[in-house]
């Protein structure tokens, strides 16, 4: 699986921005398709995930409530809606997918065996 990231951009605080990751094929059943970020000096994180087969999300505490997953399957494509950007925010955002992740692994990057290309988000104040 291929998965291609885009929507990085400059904002100021307080702005929105809306990530995309487009998959190379048909997600379908227990494939989970996931945003990490990684920024500079810091350990990559989980954000956000959008399990296909039932719809849930998942998301880190430091953005509940400000970001929100979402998904196109015309499109085989996971959005990432970021509102109210804070400059903690600024780092550079991996798309990553896997078949067939259980729930308590979604977190977790070790367990992803797919990732894109990272689309830098940069959040000034």
């Known amino acids: 699986v291929q998965l291609q990231a885009s929507g990085g951009g400059l904002v100021q605080a307080g702005a929105t921005l809306r990530l995309s990751c487009t998959a190379s094929?048909?997600?379908?059943?227990?494939?989970?398709m996931a945003w990490f970020r990684q920024a500079p000096g810091k350990e990559r994180e989980f954000v956000a995930a959008?399990?296909?087969?039932?719809?849930?999300?998942y998301y880190a505490d430091s953005v509940k409530g400000r970001f929100t997953v979402s998904r196109d399957p015309a499109k085989n494509t996971v959005y990432l809606q970021m509102n109210n950007l804070k400059p903690d925010d600024t780092a550079v955002y991996y798309c990553?997918?896997?078949?067939?992740?259980?729930?308590?692994?979604?977190?977790?990057?070790?367990?992803?065996?797919?990732w894109g290309q990272g689309t830098l988000v940069t959040v000034s104040s």
């Open positions: 959008y399990k296909w087969d039932g719809g849930n999300t």
């Open positions: 990553a997918a896997d078949k067939r992740l259980i729930s308590s692994s979604i977190r977790y990057d070790m367990h992803y065996d797919y």
């Open positions: 094929e048909r997600p379908f059943g227990r494939f989970i």
